[in-house]
């Protein structure tokens, strides 16, 4: 499914995003970024440990601390189609009243204007907080389209995102989102 927005193409994909050929996919990671379950494990073990060892040395380096949640660094790809990884930190969900939409909405504007700032054209996200971090899919969803939809019509460099949920059900909750 396909929406135009601004000049650039807002797709959904049900799919593994492991698999997807874009300039950049986003990883759902952690502030570690030494590694996590869901889709972050993913990325890794396809991905092979380059990845690894450029996070590893992004944390020796710009983040001793860990990277903040709502920020984003940049990757290579590795082994993925995906000429790069995003890595960006998405809000654990604590009822709602902690700041958690203020922050995944970062978290994907984050993502972009790396994107952007790298030049890249297509980036693709995985559905960030709604696994391990709990965020109830509907609420991410609406979150999640409403920033990407006003990232793109403000800015003109992007060509495409894709949004790849990994189930029916989250699929059609982000399509039920991208279409109102
Ligand atoms: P978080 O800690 O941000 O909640 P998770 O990785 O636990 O991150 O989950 C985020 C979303 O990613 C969940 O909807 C999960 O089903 C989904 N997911 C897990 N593996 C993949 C994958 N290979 N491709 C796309 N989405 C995935």
């Known amino acids: 499914m396909e929406f135009l927005v601004g000049n650039a193409k807002l797709k959904l994909i049900k799919g593994d995003i492991t698999d997807v050929d874009a300039d950049a996919i986003v990883n759902a990671a952690n502030s570690t970024l030494l590694g996590g379950g869901g889709v972050d ?8 440990p380059k990845i690894l060892e450029e996070c590893k040395r992004m944390r020796a ?8 949640t709502g920020c984003a660094v940049i990757t290579s790809g ?11 930190v998405g809000p654990i969900w604590h ?11 970062q978290a994907y504007r984050s993502s972009l204007k790396l994107a952007v700032a790298n030049g890249l054209k297509t980036v693709a996200f995985p559905s960030i907080s709604t696994g391990a971090y ?18 793109l019509e ?15 059900r ?11």
């Open 41 to 48: 494990a993913a990325i890794h073990r396809k991905g092979g």
């Open 134 to 151: 709990g965020y109830p899919v509907e609420e991410a969803s609406r979150t999640a389209v409403d920033a990407v939809k006003d990232f």
């Open 170 to 180: 989250d699929f059609e909750v982000y399509l039920k989102a991208a279409k109102t």
């Open 78 to 88: 590795g082994n993925l189609k995906a000429r790069h990884v995003i890595h960006t």
């Open 95 to 105: 009822g709602g009243f902690h700041e958690e939409a203020k922050l995944l909405k």
């Open 154 to 168: 403000k800015e003109d460099n992007l060509q495409k995102v894709i949004f790849v949920l990994f189930s029916e």
């Open 61 to 68: 380096t710009e983040w001793p601390d860990g990277l903040p």
